[in-house]
T-cell receptor, first 110, second 110 residues
Framework: DTAVSQTPKYLVTQMGNDKSIKCEQN?????MYWYKQDSKKFLKIMFS???????INETVPNRFSPKSPDKAHLNLHINSLELGDSAVYFC?????????FGPGTRLTVL | GQQLNQSPQSMFIQEGEDVSMNCTSS?????WLWYKQDPGEGPVLLIA?????ELTSNGRLTAQFGITRKDSFLNISASIPSDVGIYFC??????????FGKGTRLHILP
């Protein structure tokens, strides 16, 4: 059983399109996150949700909108994709400070 | 702001060698986390440290929480090919956001 799963694994799309990435965790954690990892492998937090409520929103363009339908799911919708959005996006959930990451979604914007 | 500085940035070692890497900050952290990221995968938690001076082992891995609470190190003994990857230190900032160091890339020479 996969603890934190993301779909799709790969996403290739044209500039200007809107796309979504889905994330689900079956660990029973209350807190979920989205991270962006750039080409230099730097990991930066984007959003954090606790029990479906947004608690962290780093400086992220408002083209990025997370949605948490329930505490096991945290989806990421991106509008008007730009070239600079190309990266690997990781979902994670946590128990206290220990985070469990999904396998990542590699987004390529052409 | 609080930042985590990891060194070295990259390491090239022979199989069987011991490895040592560290993470420092100008600020105090109450938790230190060490993660490993394999190519194409999400980071996986290796060791979590919660107490200054704490020394914790996980197989061939040993990590210590510095007594000043401003540093931590990770040692790997008798490295094997599957140790290749990126090692990240992480910790919660004062506002509870988890921040990551920029990683130490471990390469094992054939």
């Amino acid at each position: 059983d996969t603890a934190v799963s993301q779909t799709p694994k790969y996403l290739v799309t044209q500039m200007g399109n809107d796309k979504s990435i889905k994330c689900e965790q079956n660990l029973g954690h209350d807190t979920m996150y989205w991270y962006k990892q750039d080409s230099k492998k730097f990991l930066k937090i984007m959003f954090s949700y606790n029990n479906k409520e947004l608690i962290i929103n780093e400086t992220v363009p408002n083209r990025f909108s997370p949605k948490s339908p329930d505490k096991a799911h945290l989806n990421l919708h991106i509008n008007s994709l730009e070239l600079g959005d190309s990266a690997v996006y990781f979902c994670a959930s946590s128990h206290i400070d220990e985070q469990f990451f999904g396998p990542g979604t590699r987004l390529t914007v052409l | 702001g609080q930042q985590l500085n990891q060194s070295p940035q990259s390491m090239f070692i022979q199989e069987g060698e011991d490895v040592s890497m560290n993470c420092t900050s100008s600020s105090i952290f109450n938790t230190w986390l060490w993660y490993k990221q394999d190519p194409g995968e999400g980071p996986v938690l290796l060791i979590a440290l919660y107490k200054a001076g704490e020394l914790t082992s996980n197989g061939r891995l040993t990590a210590q929480f510095g007594i000043t609470r401003k540093d931590s190190f990770l040692n790997i003994s008798a490295s094997i090919p599957s140790d290749v990857g990126i090692y990240f230190c992480a910790g919660p900032r004062r506002d509870d956001k988890i921040i990551f160091g920029k990683g130490t890339r471990l390469h094992i020479l054939p």
